[in-house]
């Protein structure tokens, strides 16, 4: 195991941030960490990283309780851009490959390869400061991985990321995967988990709700399909969804029909027959609905069954 | 002990990097103290007997007052919020560097750019046919000793005070500029009344520049300036051990923050 964490607590004053968190990422895994903002995904990265001791529980990285030293093992991603805008490229490779501990030829060979990764060999020369967003994202992930970590930490590596860009560094984390790192991915894009993880851990209030493959977590959700729809009479909607035996999840003024087999748009339009619908998608059952039906429960309005739905 | 230096050095060279990448601010370093030195000397020309001995005069309080004030407590402060501000304090802290290895990089650098400034005032100084009459080496323990105050004071405001940019100016002004004034880098101390006068015997900048100026202007030996280097290696201790304490209490909040 690569990181492992036990029954994990930490609180800051008052405020209890993680509350017995349970963790493993397996050597070569990808495994991503989905949490709203104060979840305790920052929190979890500073204690794996030694920056901050845990309260209580038992941590460990490549087999070794976090500390100074096994910060040669592990390269972080920041979310934000965090590079020496008057160096170059290579200027900050070096500079932070040396504080890694790598010297001479071997920083050199270091520099060169991730310059070829990450197809940076354009603006290797060129100052941080005259580059654009996307370039800069890409050397901070460089510096991430100029020493040739065992384990990666990105932390939410596409926030504000164009679409383009994004799916470069989808590729990237592939080619990551492909050299056998392990990938600890945190991030609140679900797109970005299913494309990239083999696992997932959902995290919320400081624990992990549940983890597993996309799969796996897919199976949580009663449902063989999803229809998203919105609609004029949204009792009458419920009505009728109780009456055909369908539970109904609203979340943030969306309804979403859980489906407990596959249908056809018409099929489903005509057991609504008389249901005012203004527009109606279906789609597979994904993360983001795993994601919400864990951490939001209380937002669950299952269907009310009545005779007649008028 | 020798990945501490490496990291040091490494630390040191990159601040330099920054600095000669960052044109404008060099150029007002170079051109503060040599415009300082230029009216000043001009201003004592008369008094001293030509331009020549009113710069030797001149030189060492407006080499550790106008040059190494700015750039070795003003350097350290701007250099914390800076790397605060652009988030590679994190990253550093991410990184197996140690605390130690960043703060001496800093100092390493800071000690450099004072011997930059030391070359251009006392290059001017010759120009002018002014000169250093004493010991060139007790002249470098004194700029070492005078750095080392400025830059663990440059870390304690840094690391205490100054939480975005626009924080800078403000406690370094406060608690500098008077310190200057009273400490001979303009004018001579004589000119304080008495009170002043005690009072400015406990100011580290007073003691950088009676012990720089009695080598530089007299050619004195050690034993003339002890008093003034054991208040300056006193105060260095002090003022490292403060910048330390604040530094560390920094990246304790920044780890817990982070």
């Given at each position: 195991m690569m990181i492992e964490m036990r029954d994990t607590e930490k609180s800051f004053g008052a405020r209890r941030v993680l509350a017995g968190l349970d963790l493993s990422v397996q050597e070569g895994e990808v495994y991503g960490l989905l949490g709203n903002n104060g979840a305790g995904k920052s929190t979890t990265i500073n204690i794996l990283t030694g920056l901050i001791g845990s309260d209580a529980g038992e941590v460990s990285v490549a087999g070794r309780p976090p500390s100074a030293e096994i910060r040669t093992l592990i390269g972080v991603a920041p979310q934000e851009i965090a590079l020496y805008q008057h160096l170059t490229c290579k200027e900050n490779l070096r500079f932070f490959g040396g504080i890694h501990r790598l010297r001479g030829s071997t920083l050199k060979q270091h520099v060169d390869r991730v310059v070829d990764t990450l197809d940076l060999s354009e603006y290797g020369d060129a100052r941080v400061s005259t580059m654009s967003g996307g370039w800069q994202r890409r050397v901070n992930l460089a510096v991430a991985i100029v020493h040739a970590p065992a384990i990666v930490i990105l932390d939410e590596p596409t926030a504000g990321l164009d679409v383009q860009a994004r799916y470069e560094l989808w590729e990237f984390v592939r080619t990551l995967r492909r050299d056998g790192t392990t990938v600890l991915l945190t991030t609140h894009m679900m797109?970005?988990?299913?494309?990239?993880?083999?696992?997932?851990?959902?995290?919320?209030?400081?624990?992990?709700?549940?983890?597993?493959?996309?799969?796996?977590?897919?199976?949580?959700?009663?449902?063989?399909?999803?229809?998203?729809?919105?609609?004029?009479?949204?009792a009458l909607l419920l009505c009728r969804a109780g009456a055909l035996g369908i539970p109904v999840r609203r979340y943030g003024g969306r309804t979403t029909l859980l489906l407990p087999a596959k249908t056809t748009?018409?099929?489903?339009?005509?057991?609504?027959?008389?249901?005012?619908?203004?527009?109606?998608?279906?789609?597979?059952?994904?993360?983001?609905?795993?994601f919400l039906e864990l951490t939001q429960p209380n937002r669950v309005s299952e269907g009310v069954?009545?005779?007649?739905c008028e | 002990m020798s990945a501490i230096l490496f990291d040091s050095v490494r630390v040191a060279h990159r601040v330099l990097i920054e600095l000669m990448r960052n044109r404008r601010l060099l150029f007002f370093w170079i051109l503060f103290p040599t415009l300082m030195l230029l009216l000043f000397g001009w201003v004592y020309a008369d008094?001293?007997?030509?331009?020549?001995?009113?710069?030797?005069?001149?030189?060492?309080?407006i080499l550790l007052g106008a040059a190494m004030f700015f750039s070795c407590l003003g350097g350290p402060?701007?250099?914390?919020?800076?790397?605060?501000?652009?988030?590679?304090?994190?990253?550093?802290l991410l990184s197996p560097l140690s605390g130690t290895a960043y703060y001496g990089g800093v100092v390493l650098a800071h000690l450099a750019i004072a011997l930059g400034q030391a070359a251009i005032v006392y290059g001017l100084t010759y120009a002018a046919g002014g000169g250093f009459r004493g010991s060139v080496w007790l002249g470098?323990?004194?700029?070492?000793?005078?750095?080392?105050?400025y830059v663990g004071l440059g870390f304690f405001f840094g690391a205490r005070f100054a939480g975005r940019t626009e924080d800078v100016t403000g406690p370094v002004a406060a608690v500098g500029v008077p310190l200057l004034v009273m400490g001979g880098t303009f004018f001579p101390v004589e000119l304080l009344p008495p009170f002043l006068h005690t009072?400015?015997?406990?100011?580290?900048?007073?003691?950088?520049?009676?012990?720089?100026?009695?080598?530089?202007?007299?050619?004195?030996?050690?034993?003339?300036?002890?008093?003034?280097?054991f208040f300056l290696l006193g105060f260095a201790a002090c003022s490292l051990a403060l910048g330390t304490r604040a530094y560390r209490q920094m990246l304790g909040r920044e780890r817990a923050g982070a």
């Amino acid at each position: 195991m690569m990181i492992e964490m036990r029954d994990t607590e930490k609180s800051f004053g008052a405020r209890r941030v993680l509350a017995g968190l349970d963790l493993s990422v397996q050597e070569g895994e990808v495994y991503g960490l989905l949490g709203n903002n104060g979840a305790g995904k920052s929190t979890t990265i500073n204690i794996l990283t030694g920056l901050i001791g845990s309260d209580a529980g038992e941590v460990s990285v490549a087999g070794r309780p976090p500390s100074a030293e096994i910060r040669t093992l592990i390269g972080v991603a920041p979310q934000e851009i965090a590079l020496y805008q008057h160096l170059t490229c290579k200027e900050n490779l070096r500079f932070f490959g040396g504080i890694h501990r790598l010297r001479g030829s071997t920083l050199k060979q270091h520099v060169d390869r991730v310059v070829d990764t990450l197809d940076l060999s354009e603006y290797g020369d060129a100052r941080v400061s005259t580059m654009s967003g996307g370039w800069q994202r890409r050397v901070n992930l460089a510096v991430a991985i100029v020493h040739a970590p065992a384990i990666v930490i990105l932390d939410e590596p596409t926030a504000g990321l164009d679409v383009q860009a994004r799916y470069e560094l989808w590729e990237f984390v592939r080619t990551l995967r492909r050299d056998g790192t392990t990938v600890l991915l945190t991030t609140h894009m679900m797109d970005e988990a299913e494309s990239l993880c083999d696992r997932v851990g959902i995290l919320h209030d400081g624990r992990i709700l549940r983890e597993g493959s996309i799969d796996a977590l897919c199976r949580v959700i009663p449902a063989a399909e999803l229809a998203e729809v919105d609609v004029e009479d949204i009792a009458l909607l419920l009505c009728r969804a109780g009456a055909l035996g369908i539970p109904v999840r609203r979340y943030g003024g969306r309804t979403t029909l859980l489906l407990p087999a596959k249908t056809t748009l018409a099929d489903l339009i005509g057991q609504f027959e008389g249901v005012p619908l203004r527009s109606v998608t279906l789609r597979p059952v994904g993360i983001q609905q795993v994601f919400l039906e864990l951490t939001q429960p209380n937002r669950v309005s299952e269907g009310v069954g009545s005779g007649s739905c008028e | 002990m020798s990945a501490i230096l490496f990291d040091s050095v490494r630390v040191a060279h990159r601040v330099l990097i920054e600095l000669m990448r960052n044109r404008r601010l060099l150029f007002f370093w170079i051109l503060f103290p040599t415009l300082m030195l230029l009216l000043f000397g001009w201003v004592y020309a008369d008094e001293y007997g030509g331009l020549g001995p009113s710069f030797t005069w001149t030189a060492p309080g407006i080499l550790l007052g106008a040059a190494m004030f700015f750039s070795c407590l003003g350097g350290p402060v701007s250099l914390i919020v800076g790397e605060r501000e652009r988030r590679t304090l994190r990253r550093l802290l991410l990184s197996p560097l140690s605390g130690t290895a960043y703060y001496g990089g800093v100092v390493l650098a800071h000690l450099a750019i004072a011997l930059g400034q030391a070359a251009i005032v006392y290059g001017l100084t010759y120009a002018a046919g002014g000169g250093f009459r004493g010991s060139v080496w007790l002249g470098a323990l004194i700029l070492f000793l005078s750095a080392m105050c400025y830059v663990g004071l440059g870390f304690f405001f840094g690391a205490r005070f100054a939480g975005r940019t626009e924080d800078v100016t403000g406690p370094v002004a406060a608690v500098g500029v008077p310190l200057l004034v009273m400490g001979g880098t303009f004018f001579p101390v004589e000119l304080l009344p008495p009170f002043l006068h005690t009072l400015a015997q406990a100011d580290p900048i007073y003691h950088m520049n009676m012990a720089l100026k009695a080598v530089a202007q007299e050619g004195a030996d050690i034993k003339a300036i002890a008093l003034n280097l054991f208040f300056l290696l006193g105060f260095a201790a002090c003022s490292l051990a403060l910048g330390t304490r604040a530094y560390r209490q920094m990246l304790g909040r920044e780890r817990a923050g982070a």
